[in-house]
């Protein structure tokens, strides 16, 4: 049974690999040939430059300032997301006042109040920190509101029958049976953290792995840009596992699926 197990993650591993080193190999061999584009470059020579940029202390620097926005935005977003979510799933005249603003903005593009953002804040960290927890604050508020009002009526009622009060059914049974959900959202709103910040510092920045690729982009050193985009990506991936693992110690008593998977 233990051997089938491992036969069947290493087949996972091999074909969720397949294809980035298909795409890997296929750069290695075409770079550099006639007729190539210049933005076509080996991974080996990529794998030189973030060494180098590694050595000199230049991407690290830049990685910093972008996970120190990064971060900030995420954490100021999630918080009020899942906060007002909440509140808003228990509290009707909350929702009612939330539901439209949330409704009307939540389709707008969060890269379009950059201008404004910028306006009233300036072109500081202040001001793209904002933006970020903008972006994420949307997810994470529908995903909590749902999750906590798709929990089971029988759940509530029982915990009423033997005598619970109300914030006794909020702390042990609408914020567990949430939870699934609400991890859903900061899930979601992780990954857009990562996608704001990079536009965020295309403007106005001196530092941050965005600037690193606007940078770059000057200078057509497509071997740095691409070194940049692989931060990038390493950092929303290594951000994303903390997370998953922080879900699954959380629900893994509560949930037979998530303890299934750890």
Not at 31 to 60: C, F, H, K, N
Not at 78 to 88: E, K, M, Y
Not at 105 to 125: C, E, H, Q, R
Not at 201 to 216: F, H, K, P, Q, T
Request: charged share 15%.
């Amino acid at each position: 049974m233990t051997s089938r197990l491992n036969s069947n993650n290493a087949l996972r591993w091999v074909a969720g690999l397949a294809l980035p080193v298909a795409l890997l190999l296929a750069m290695q061999l075409t770079s550099g040939q006639e007729g190539m584009p210049r933005y076509v470059v080996a991974p080996t020579d990529i794998g030189a430059t973030l060494w180098q940029l590694l050595v000199s202390g230049e991407l690290v620097s830049d990685a910093i300032a972008s996970a120190y926005r990064s971060y900030s935005g995420f954490l100021l977003g999630a918080a009020f997301g899942v906060g007002l979510g909440l509140l808003s799933a228990v509290w009707r005249q909350a929702e009612a006042f939330f539901d439209p603003l949330v409704s009307t903005l939540y389709p707008v593009p969060k890269i379009a109040l950059l201008p404004v953002i910028i306006t009233w804040l300036g072109f500081g960290d202040v001001s793209k920190v904002v933006l970020i927890a903008l972006a994420v604050f949307f997810p994470t508020f529908i995903n909590t509101l749902y999750g906590a009002r798709a929990t089971p009526v029988s759940l509530v009622w029982a915990a009423r029958n033997m005598g619970a009060g109300r914030f006794y059914i909020f702390r042990r049974v609408v914020l567990p049976a949430a939870l699934p959900q609400i991890f859903t959202g900061l899930r979601s709103g992780l990954a857009l953290s990562f996608v704001v910040l990079f536009a965020a510092e295309m403007v106005g920045s001196n530092d941050g792995l965005g600037d690193m690729i606007i940078r770059a982009e000057e200078a057509m050193r497509y071997d740095w840009m691409y070194a940049a985009i692989l931060t990038i990506g390493l950092l929303g991936f290594l951000s994303d596992r903390i997370l998953l693992v922080i879900r699954r110690k959380l629900l893994a008593n509560k949930y037979p699926g998530e303890a299934a998977r750890s």
